[in-house]
């Protein structure tokens, strides 16, 4: 009995007296690969909310991918950047120009400029976020509350952590439908965002995005498989295209005794988007879709739908593509073609002799926002004392008319605005949309004018 | 002293004087006995829910007796039907009266059905369950000629350990507001003394206290009427007069039965300056924002856009938004099956026309608490049917659209569990549509009767549908 617990002794003590000094010399290793391609990001962002254009100055993290000077961040950092600031884990203060982003993946892409920049920029590595195992350690690098080039270590919590739709970027727009993240206990703060999420082999995993607030280090990146696609398409194109044909999906766990369908087969249908490609090919929720293209395609959990809806979108917009559907025990063969995912968000616009903020309205607004139409410009903010507040014009209404124009275009608001502005217009009657009903919104910009002087 | 100082003091005394020897005159002795005789305390359990949660309390209140066959008066707050929140959120904020008891202060004892309560003062009504008895009751003096300064006086119930558990109090006529409504404020009393019957000074009973609703902090309810619900702050009291009594007393309002009249329109007012604007020379009026459809508006011909300056050929005086409520309580109090003439003004491009419209008012819309409602204790939940406000905020077509909403879910309850939410609109139960919650009921009995082991809930939650598989265990 003795001689083997001597000898497990003998065993395991080589063992710790060793464990430490190699897991530290792994993360100096990785620190050194990734470190010096580490980026503290200061963009100033504009912001429409309050109805007036707003400078703010925020703080993110990045990492430099390509030899050009591509740094890869959050598309909630840069997205909205009008100049952006970065600091090099030299010290050395550097500008950059927004290159594009992907809110879907909340991934933007910065460009250094580096003419000024005497010292040699470091690239860091992507390695592969699908060989990530869970509970391996990892390193979260970046810039936590401002506190540039700090490092946290942790493990993977989870790999494929999933997120509904119904998630929102700061700025507004959905995000998550497309990824699935990666959890981590490496501590994550607010600056974290945009950060690499290491390996102890010095690769980039993920990009740090987002993290449970009041929560005990839960954080989330997005698998670098992702950002590798959209970092070049965004590089390419500026923006990633998706096909997008309106349905909603739910995981068939559970509903496959209902619907007659084998385990692990079919893709069940929830939703449809009114007037979307899916709902014109007459597809309907309770539809099971069994291949695309001839792929045989499942979802029996929620962390399956990514897969799928990523594999519509990945098509060309205006493919037909061919889905094999089970509908009350029929088999049925549907073409669907895919229109273009537009963007989430419209253009932005400041009104600021109006006192508010306008946006264009694209497809995917007017869905989010129960619009009738896409036609007018939706507002974003109305400004405290203002001719817009004065009127009793509100976030959300939708301006159809601006005196007898019709707002159909963007440009048909923008334009006017202009004019009247030029000409001095001191009464202007907008024809609103609220809540389906329709409103009469008269600005009074003499009013507005004469409190200036008054106050 | 200065004479004129002398002679200021001593008027002061005698205006003061004349002042408490009014207030001292009150004959309470002689009042006492009128009082306690149609005077009766309440004793009820209030079931409140909101959503998953219940809860029931009892409650005390001083009623009054207004008929001989048994009809008493009494402070409905609590259980006025109204509430704006149901339809909003999904959420059903209720409450319904439960074994009610009425005590006369001579002993005698009954029990008693609330019958409704009044959603602009919020009184409440119950009857008295009695074989042909006959009461006592009050007899409201109409016509007040009050003026301010004079003295009024109510009896208020006290905590049970008291006896006698009334007590008199006075107050002052304050003030005499001509807008938004002909009021008499009363300064003295206190919201716990709603609905108290107020005497003046000759100890005819003249009304009771009620409060005057603020426009501004009203909220337009789903039936696009006034809601009393949110008069937060300081309650201005007053007068409630007996003839808006009278009215009520003849036709007490009945829970889950209209009495408002409606006209379905979403509207705004005209306000000066779009008067200017427009070039029109008003005072006032109301612009027409929206109209439902097949409702009094749209089968009068009225259009989006129309301006109402008259109604039944008085002049809409309203200019600002916060004036709107009281339009909108004007034609609410007018009832159902009332004629009513509206002077519009409608823009035809550049031509102006001035056009008369009647519509015939029409039982508002039902609310979503008076909605009917089925009760599945085995999966343990509440659904409803849908109502006017449903269709209207999710921005539904009532056409084509069918469904029963999902009004209550017991916590930790089957229902709640598996992932059914409040709100919730169920429109199919496996192969069944569901269009009412009698189809709901024949299906799931059904899939009682047959145990069957998973229902599957077709429902549309947040502008999307989805399936909710209910693991049954019967």
Request: glycine share 8%; with cysteine; proline share 3%.
């Amino acid at each position: 009995m003795r001689k083997i617990v001597l000898s497990i002794c003998l065993f395991l003590f080589p063992g710790l007296l060793y464990a430490t000094p190699a897991i530290q010399n792994e993360i100096y290793q990785a620190r050194e690969n990734v470190m010096p391609a580490l980026v503290h990001i200061q963009p100033v962002i504009k912001n429409f909310q309050t109805g007036e254009m707003e400078k703010q100055a925020v703080i993110g993290s990045g990492v430099i991918f390509h030899p050009d000077g591509y740094v890869v961040t959050n598309y909630h950092v840069a997205g909205k950047a009008e100049r952006i600031i970065c600091t090099l884990n030299d010290k050395e203060i550097v500008p950059a120009t927004y290159i594009g982003g992907d809110p879907m993946t909340d991934i933007s892409v910065i460009q250094l400029d580096l003419e000024n920049y005497t010292g040699k920029i470091h690239i860091a590595e992507f390695g592969d976020s699908d060989s990530v195992q869970v509970g391996q350690y990892v390193m979260a690098m970046g810039s936590p509350l401002s506190l540039s080039r700090s490092i946290s270590l942790g493990v993977i919590s989870t790999k494929d952590r999933y997120f509904s739709s119904d998630v929102r970027l700061p700025s507004g727009e959905r995000t998550g439908r497309y990824n699935l993240w990666l959890q981590t206990d490496a501590a994550i703060n607010p600056g974290n965002s945009g950060g690499p999420l290491v390996d102890l082999n010095g690769k980039i995993v993920g990009i740090n995005s987002r993290a449970q607030m009041f929560a005990n280090n839960i954080g989330f990146a997005i698998p670098i498989n992702i950002v590798k696609r959209v970092a070049n398409e965004v590089i390419k194109n500026g923006k990633v295209t998706r096909s997008w044909i309106g349905l909603h999906c739910q995981p068939m766990q559970d509903l496959e005794g209902y619907f007659g369908t084998n385990r692990n087969s079919g893709v069940l249908i929830s939703s449809i988007d009114a007037d979307s490609p899916a709902e014109h090919a007459f597809l309907k929720a309770g539809d099971i879709v069994l291949k695309v293209n001839d792929t045989p395609v499942s979802a029996r959990f929620v962390e399956e739908l990514p897969l799928f809806y990523n594999m519509i979108a990945q098509y060309a917009p205006g493919t037909s593509i061919a889905l094999e559907v089970k509908r009350n025990n029929e088999v049925f063969n549907f073409n669907v073609v895919t229109k273009k995912l537009g963007d989430l968000q419209g253009e932005d616009f400041e009104c600021k002799d109006w006192g508010f903020t306008v946006k264009a309205i694209t497809k995917q607004m007017q869905i989010d926002n129960q619009l009738e139409d896409t036609v007018g410009v939706y507002v974003v903010g109305v400004k405290n004392i203002g001719a817009g507040d004065g009127g009793g014009l509100r976030r959300r209404d939708v301006i159809k008319k601006v005196n007898e124009t019709e707002i159909v275009e963007f440009t048909d608001f923008t334009s006017s605005y202009n004019q009247m502005v030029l000409e001095k217009k001191e009464k202007i009657l907008l024809t609103i949309n609220r809540g389906g009903a329709t409103r009469y919104v008269l600005l009074d910009i003499s009013d507005i004018e004469g409190m200036k002087t008054d106050g | 002293m200065d004479k004129t100082v002398r002679f200021a003091f001593t008027f002061i005394f005698i205006i003061l004087m004349s002042v408490s020897v009014q207030a001292q005159s009150f004959d309470f002795e002689r009042l006492e006995k009128e009082f306690v005789r149609y005077s009766v305390i309440i004793d009820m359990n209030i079931e409140y829910s909101f959503g998953i949660h219940n809860n029931e309390q009892s409650e005390r209140y001083l009623g009054t007796v207004v008929s001989e066959d048994g009809l008493v008066m009494f402070n409905g707050t609590s259980l006025s039907s109204e509430n704006s929140i149901a339809a909003m959120t999904g959420v059903n904020v209720k409450s319904s009266a439960k074994s009610i008891t009425v005590t006369f202060f001579d002993g005698k004892e009954y029990t008693a059905d609330f019958i409704g309560a009044d959603r602009f003062t919020n009184i409440g009504f119950l009857r008295l369950n009695s074989d042909d008895e006959k009461f006592p009751f009050i007899k409201f003096r109409s016509g007040n000629n009050l003026k301010v300064g004079d003295w009024v006086s109510l009896y208020m119930l006290m905590p049970e350990f008291i006896n006698p558990q009334y007590s008199a109090d006075i107050g002052m006529v304050s003030s005499i507001i001509e807008t938004p409504e002909n009021f008499h404020l009363i300064v003295g009393f206190n919201a716990l003394q709603m609905t108290s019957v107020i005497f003046d000074g000759n100890l005819n009973p003249i009304g009771v206290l009620g409060r005057l609703n603020d426009p501004s902090q009203s909220t337009i309810d789903p039936s696009g009427m006034l809601d009393s619900f949110n008069s937060f702050g300081m309650p201005l009291l007053g007068i409630i007069t007996a003839d808006r009594l009278e009215k009520m007393i003849a036709d007490p309002p009945q829970k889950g039965k209209s009495d408002r009249g409606w006209l379905g329109i979403t509207l705004q007012a005209l306000t000066k300056e779009m008067a200017e604007f427009w070039r029109l020379d008003l005072e006032g009026g109301i612009i027409v924002n929206d109209i439902v459809n097949n409702s009094p508006a749209f089968k009068s011909g009225l259009q989006v856009g129309d301006i109402l300056y008259k109604v039944n050929d008085q002049p809409v005086t309203v200019s600002k938004e916060e004036e709107i409520s009281i339009f909108q309580r004007k034609i609410a109090e007018m009832g159902p099956g009332a004629s009513v003439e509206f002077s519009v003004i409608r823009n035809n491009e550049e031509l102006i026309d001035s056009l008369k419209l009647i519509a015939v008012l029409e039982d508002s819309p039902m609310t979503a608490t008076d909605a009917p409602e089925y009760d599945n204790t085995e999966l343990e939940f509440k659904a409803r049917e849908m109502v006017f406000a449903d269709f209207l905020f999710n921005n539904l077509d009532d056409e084509t659209f069918t469904g029963v909403v999902v009004s209550e879910l017991k916590s930790g309850g089957l229902a709640q569990i598996e992932g059914l939410e409040i709100g919730d609109i169920i429109q199919r139960v496996g192969d069944a549509t569901i269009e009412n919650i009698d189809d709901l009921e024949t299906v799931l009995t059904e899939a009682y009767d047959d145990k069957q082991d998973e229902i599957i809930f077709f429902i549309w939650r947040n502008q999307k549908t989805l399936f909710v598989n209910i693991k049954t265990e019967w």
